[in-house]
Nanobody, 120 residues
Framework: VQLQASGGGLVQAGGSLRLSCAAS????????MGWFRQAPGKEREIVAA????????YYVDSVRGRFTISRDNAKNTVYLQMNSLKPEDTAVYYC??????????????WGQGTQVTVSS
């Protein structure tokens, strides 16, 4: 599986961005998908995850209520809608896929990152 993330950029605090992650392969609909981020000097953390059928989602506490993860299996794409962005959301964001169908750790496949910078 190859993953291609896009949609990052520079935004002012309070603004919004939507990240997209396009996946190759016919088995995308079977995979759990997740968004992770890594800020300078910090460890990578999970931001949100969605199960293979979209029925189950997970959000880290710091983004719950502001971010929404969704997927379109017909387009092999997962999204992360980010609203009410804060400077502390600044990080490189990565999408990942896991064969188990639901996971929040130990993902199997990773895409390249996309930079999100939130100015105060």
């Amino acid at each position: 599986v190859q993953l291609q993330a896009s949609g990052g950029g520079l935004v002012q605090a309070g603004g919004s961005l939507r990240l997209s992650c396009a996946a190759s392969g016919r088995t995308f609909s079977m995979y759990a998908m997740g968004w992770f981020r890594q800020a300078p000097g910090k460890e990578r953390e999970i931001v949100a995850a969605i199960s293979w059928n979209g029925a189950t989602t997970y959000y880290v506490d710091s983004v719950r209520g502001r971010f929404t993860i969704s997927r379109d299996n017909a387009k092999n794409t997962v999204y992360l809608q980010m609203n009410s962005l804060k400077p502390e959301d600044t990080a490189v964001y990565y999408c990942a896929a896991d064969r188990k169908g639901w996971a929040i750790i130990n993902y199997d496949y990773w895409g390249q990152g996309t930079q999100v910078t939130v100015s105060s």
